[in-house]
């Protein structure tokens, strides 16, 4: 087939410069997190299958059609060009994407680098952490990420360091989580490291990063920061942690293309992560040099400006209110029925959209497995269980923001009927 050259202009001027939403969805004031007829339209701008009801969301988030469609092109554009972009214009174009990210985060634009998901860069992190000596202890908890918990549980080979693991009480309150961290680090005087997950995926229970980040660096304890699921799914910018070591994904709740994540190191912390292995010296005292991909999805990582014009049209404030709004619209409601256990607390700074639940004495693996096919046998909704919790596995929640009200009530109506026949 002949391509003429207009016809090849015509298509490498077509990649969108943005992914912004239809003008009449971005809401003129903050939007409501209730108000139905703005998130049915907001919903429409979503291709989710109908099949189902998709009440696991957690897994990664759906680009939004206009996200896809930046995507789309970038992915023509990166493919027809190849070398010819990637050794002229591609790498100003990324630095102007991070720099982006770096203003949303508020953190300077050399303290972060793309990775290519939020393990990438937690891995970087925590292998790379120098200050561990023979003999010292790192800290993990229950509801850590199973890959993060191997992670620390390889500094034992890898450093010689012991490793101490703490269950995280359930149910858990603010100031309880605080005081559960801080007496593993009086019993455990020689941990210089512990790990925190921001929002965890077993349960949607939201560790105050802050507090124990302060309250461990007053006791001279570094933190890594797992924050894969916590930005984009609560209101909050990555400065205000106030944490050294943090690990990002924007391929879930920013609605990213899949491949994309972030870490950030504090600039006046660099020294205490290597650089990584392949990398050639001089090292730069920034982030960049202490992860190293490879070759990536260029395209994936061009999306991202896409993305967060289509979040930032809805607004932080409002899209995280929504996500709470869905998930308080079945856990409050069933909150305190019997032989029900709602795994987060009503604390709205203990949780964001995530909530699992349990049948009292159903900790099993299959048992949670069971109620998620049931779930989805009798009632059409997919959810998914989660094992690791030390007081036993659950069924995992996580809406989206495609999901209606409606979605949530099929979830509110099903529960109390899966626990009568349990
Ligand atoms: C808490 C937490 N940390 C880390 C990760 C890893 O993210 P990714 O698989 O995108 O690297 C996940 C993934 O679900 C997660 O839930």
């Given at each position: 087939m002949n391509i003429s050259r207009r016809q090849m202009m015509v298509a490498a001027a077509a990649v969108p410069v943005a992914g912004r939403i239809d003008a009449a969805l971005a809401p003129a004031a903050v939007?409501?997190?209730?108000?139905?007829?703005?998130?049915?339209?907001?919903?429409?701008?979503y291709d989710v299958t109908r099949d189902i009801i998709q009440l696991e969301n957690g897994n990664w988030g759906m680009m939004a059609r206009p996200v896809l469609e930046h995507y789309e092109a970038a992915v023509r554009r990166v493919?027809?060009?190849?070398?010819?972009?990637?050794?002229?214009g591609l790498t100003p174009d990324l630095m102007a994407v991070r720099d982006r990210v770096a203003a949303k985060m508020g953190v300077a634009s050399q303290e972060i680098a793309f990775t290519r998901n939020a393990t990438e860069a937690l891995k970087a992190l925590i292998g790379g952490y120098n200050r561990l000596r023979a003999g010292d202890a790192v800290l993990y908890a229950d509801l850590d990420y199973d890959s993060m918990q191997a992670c620390f549980?390889?500094?034992?080979?890898?450093?010689?360091?012991?490793?101490?693991?703490?269950?995280?009480?359930?149910?858990?309150?603010?100031q309880?989580?605080?005081?559960?961290?801080?007496?593993?680090?009086?019993a455990n005087p020689k941990i210089r490291l512990i790990l925190l997950t921001h929002l965890s995926h077993r349960t949607g229970l939201v560790v105050p990063?802050?507090?124990?980040?302060?309250?461990?660096?007053?006791?001279?304890?570094?933190?890594?920061?797992?924050?894969?699921?916590?930005w984009g799914q609560l209101d909050f910018r990555p400065a205000d942690l106030d944490a050294d070591f943090v690990g990002f994904n924007l391929h879930k709740w920013w609605g990213a293309p899949l491949g994309v994540g972030v870490i950030y190191i504090r600039g006046s912390k660099i020294d205490l992560i290597d650089p990584d292995s392949a990398n050639t010296p001089p090292f730069a005292a920034n982030s960049y040099?202490?992860?190293h991909t490879g070759t990536v999805d260029f395209a994936?990582?061009?999306?991202?400006?896409?993305?967060l014009d289509f979040q930032d049209a809805i607004g932080d404030a409002a899209r995280a209110a929504r996500l709470r709004h869905l998930r308080d619209l079945w856990a409050e409601t069933l909150r305190g029925t019997p032989g029900l256990e709602i795994l987060t607390p009503s604390d709205p700074r203990l949780h964001g959209g995530i909530t699992s639940f349990r049948f009292a004495g159903r900790t099993s693996v299959q048992d949670n497995a069971a109620i998620a096919k049931r779930l989805l046998d009798e009632h059409r909704i997919f959810s998914v269980h989660r094992d690791g919790p030390a007081r036993?596995?659950?069924?995992?929640?996580?809406?989206?923001?495609?999901?209606?009200?409606?979605?949530?009530r099929v979830l509110e109506k099903a529960i109390p009927k899966l626990l009568r026949r349990a």
């Open positions: 939007v409501r997190p209730d108000d139905e007829a703005y998130w049915a339209k907001l919903a429409g701008q493919n027809r060009e190849t070398s010819y972009y990637a050794r002229r549980a390889s500094l034992k080979r890898s450093r010689g360091v012991d490793v101490v693991s703490i269950a995280l009480p359930e149910p858990a309150t603010h309880g989580l605080i005081d559960t961290y801080e007496a593993a680090l009086k990063v802050r507090d124990i980040v302060a309250m461990a660096r007053a006791r001279g304890v570094d933190a890594i920061v797992d924050a894969a699921h916590s040099t202490r992860v994936a990582q061009l999306t991202v400006p896409a993305a036993g596995a659950c069924v995992r929640i996580t809406p989206a923001l495609f999901n209606s009200a409606a979605d949530i």
